[in-house]
């Protein structure tokens, strides 16, 4: 999935909090084109700015780390004192978008400048976009590739494929070549009467143009029927009664006695497996025979049985 901005990218900063800091300047073309044709060698220039520190580092990278057919010839990096310059020639043969990211250093730790370049049509690469049914809830998961100049992302919901509305939403990593990732929890989902819920992204960039993800549906069906069945109970001792439950699906069941008086007198937390399930209820006296009401809950049914026992 990719979502592509009009967008140019310049990303001038320090990292760190050493006031030594270094920083990029004079920077040229100025403008740079936008984008940058094939086959036309272009040559950057900048100065490093930090004249209390000596020697300089290079690393260049480029992003996405392969282009197809090429992508780009990177020419040898030039240092004259403070000022760098190296020549790039893209050659994307249809490809993506250029990007690449150039970083000195003087050496030490604190030394760092960064200069990093996006094309006109600039990738928000987002990967592994779902979402999954959770007990009452809805987890949305999601993964960005790259990032460049992405300031939020706006969570969407609709129950009708078309009316989506905001719920939420996340602040973007910004800027990173590496990507990032996140999450979100719909909470209490189970309370609307629907069948299906369906999802997407809003991404935001920093300029506050935006694009859309593709939609994600979860179905809400099970909140819809029973997922299980009370079937036999019947009494196996003084003190313990054997329940039958036959379920569609694993799930936890939280079962409860009460005594014809309607006061509760067990409470038991029961793992229930696909299929049929027989649970027995022990209890720490012997019960009288008499009228109970037993109830089984679970994140999706709740059903009542008076017996007689």
């Avoid at 030394?111 to 928000?124: C, D, K, Q, R, T």
């Avoid at 819920?197 to 993800?213: E, F, N, W």
């Amino acid at each position: 999935m990719r979502f592509s901005f009009i967008a140019l990218v310049f990303i001038l900063f320090i990292s760190g909090v050493n006031a030594q800091m270094g920083v990029f300047k004079n920077i040229t073309p100025d403008p740079v084109p936008n984008p940058l044709t094939d086959g036309v060698t272009y040559t950057f220039t900048m100065e490093y700015d930090n004249t209390s520190l000596s020697g300089i580092e290079w690393v260049f990278q480029t992003n996405p780390i392969e282009f197809p057919s090429g992508g780009a010839v990177v020419g040898p990096v030039n240092l004259f004192g403070n000022e760098i310059s190296f020549t790039i020639t893209p050659d994307s043969d249809g490809g993506v978008p250029l990007a690449f990211t150039f970083e000195a250093s003087d050496g030490s730790s604190n030394g760092w400048a960064i200069f990093s370049y996006a094309e006109a049509s600039l990738p928000v690469v987002i990967s592994n976009f779902d979402a999954s049914l959770e007990r009452k809830n809805v987890e949305l998961h999601w993964s960005t590739d790259i990032e460049l100049n992405s300031h939020k992302f706006e969570i969407q919901r609709a129950f009708d494929e078309n009316e989506f509305v905001k719920i939420a939403e996340i602040e973007a990593k910004g800027n990173d070549l590496v990507g990032a990732d996140y999450s979100f929890i719909d909470y209490n989902i189970s309370e609307f009467n629907a069948e299906d819920v369906y999802y997407r992204l809003k991404q935001i960039d920093q300029d506050g143009k935006y694009a859309y993800s593709d939609r994600v549906v979860v179905s809400l069906g099970r909140f819809q029927e029973n997922v299980f069945e009370i079937g036999e109970i019947h009494r196996v001792g003084s003190n313990e009664f054997l329940i039958e439950l036959n379920s569609k699906i694993d799930h936890t069941a939280f079962i409860q006695v009460a005594n014809s008086g309607g006061q509760h007198i067990l409470n038991q937390i029961k793992s229930v497996m696909e299929g049929t399930n027989r649970i027995g209820l022990a209890f720490k006296q012997d019960m009288p025979e008499g009228v109970y009401v037993i109830t089984v809950r679970s994140n999706y049914t709740v059903i009542s049985e008076k017996v007689m026992l």
